[in-house]
């Protein structure tokens, strides 16, 4: 069934199982997007030092696409420099195009998630996690954590 | 002897069925099940060769040409309207505003009589199940002019709190704009009571139609409505059809939104004055072929007849309460279904409306999921998104059976 395809079982995992959903305390950046399509939202905080990013976790809610895109996010980018980071955001982004042949031992589970390019209205939902931390290591700390409150 | 009954008529629904050729269609291998008449109704074949043969026999601009087919096209458009004029209750075609739909027609009363005629002080009141497209027009306004916002709260069950009416109207109130059903909920507002309340206070009374007139038999007259927007697309017409019923001295009153050909009646370097109502308000070549369209669509429904349709729709909706709320579903919106229409919205267990709707897709179901344009009824109901299936003339007791069953699909999927 094609359903299969996007409903595998380490996607229904995350999202039943979410890894690192709590907020972050003082001193993290934050940011919150919603996708205006669905009223999915989602709320990613980041301790970054260092040019590092130490802790990632994420609040939200929405269907099952987009908040086990952020609880898969959340374990691949920690502990990883900022740029590194950016640039997995940016083949996440390709993979969800089309464009990018993803491997497992680079992105983890999120290759479970290269089946949402074929309902292409899911897209949004998968990447929404991605927009947000993106924007989230770019925008100043402290202006961010002011825009998520 | 015949014994005279008085019930309504009844819906051939198997025959309707029969007039729509997309229903024959197949989605992922499954019979079509289409559910989402909310968003836009399908269309019957009398409308979808009203339109071919306009195109193919009458296309010329209306209201201009000296010609064969501008006569013909003239004709066809000004039938149109004369014949949604009567469906909608109206004294003359010319209270009939032709626009592209609910909201064109809303932001028309916004911009053309609310930005005239409102001042800081003065209040809009509205109601908490409204659609974006009655409140986010009337914010524009309030920015504009300095007048405030304010609404009648929902209660639990969907329904209008009409305790509040009269905290929140008072002699400052100048528009009371409300939706006639909710296309979230499925409520049917108290229309008469309503309109009735906005002009004890002095206040005109704006309706969005854009779900009742689908559904439900309408008198503008009776209702003493101001202004009535509707959406031929939701009713079996096409996109882009519809209009605006107002008042004629409101028309007459309000300015034109759009300037441009055919909406004046002499134009100077400096100045122009313009064709009375309600053609000062349809600037630009029009969507004759849609409302053409339309008209047909609504010479349809008023041969099933609208008191046939809502008893239909209401029996459907009574069945979908009842299964859904058995297979395990929460269900919003009124339980009775003779104050609802025939939109359901409801949450399934732990499964997301999106994630739903995927799967119920691949069964070759249609249904809505999302915020349904209402975010106030969301977060009045502290949700973000529901599931909505919506049901119309050519829907029946097994669709929903269909919709039913699928939902186990769901379920085995996320348990």
Redesign the interface.
Known sequence: ???DD??KEVI?DHY?SPRNKRELGDGAISCTK?NP?????ITVFASVDDGTIREVTFQG?????SQSSASMMTEAVAGKPVDDALGMAAEFRGMMAGDVEPTEEHFGDLVALKGVVK?PI?IK?AVLAWDVLQEALAGDGEASKAAAH | MAVTHHEAPVLDVGRVRADFPILSRRV?GKPLVYLDSAATSQKPQVVIDTVRDFYERHNANAHRGIHTLGEEATELFEGARATIARFLGAASPEHVVFTRGTTESINMVSLGWGRKFLREGDEILLTELEHHSNIVPWQMTAAATGATLRYVPLLDDGTLDLSALDTVLSDRTKVFAMSGMSNALGTITPLPELIEAAHRVGAIAVVDAAQLAPHHAIDVVALDADFLAFSGHKMLGPTSSGGLYGKPELLDAMDPVFGGGEMISEVFHDRATYKPVPYKHEAGTMQVAQQVGLGAAVEYLGSLGMDAIRAHEQEIAAYALERLTDAGATVYGPTDPSIRGGAVSFWFK?V????LA??LN?EGVAIR???HCA?LV?RRFGT??TSRASFYVYNTNEEVDVLVEALAKAED??A
């Open positions: 069934m094609a359903l996007i409903y229904l039943k919603n399509l669905c009223g999915d939202e809610a929405g269907c099952s696409i309902y899911r939902c | 992922n732990n997301h409306p999106h994630d995927q799967i691949e999921a999302g915020h975010q969301m973000a998104a999927i996320f």
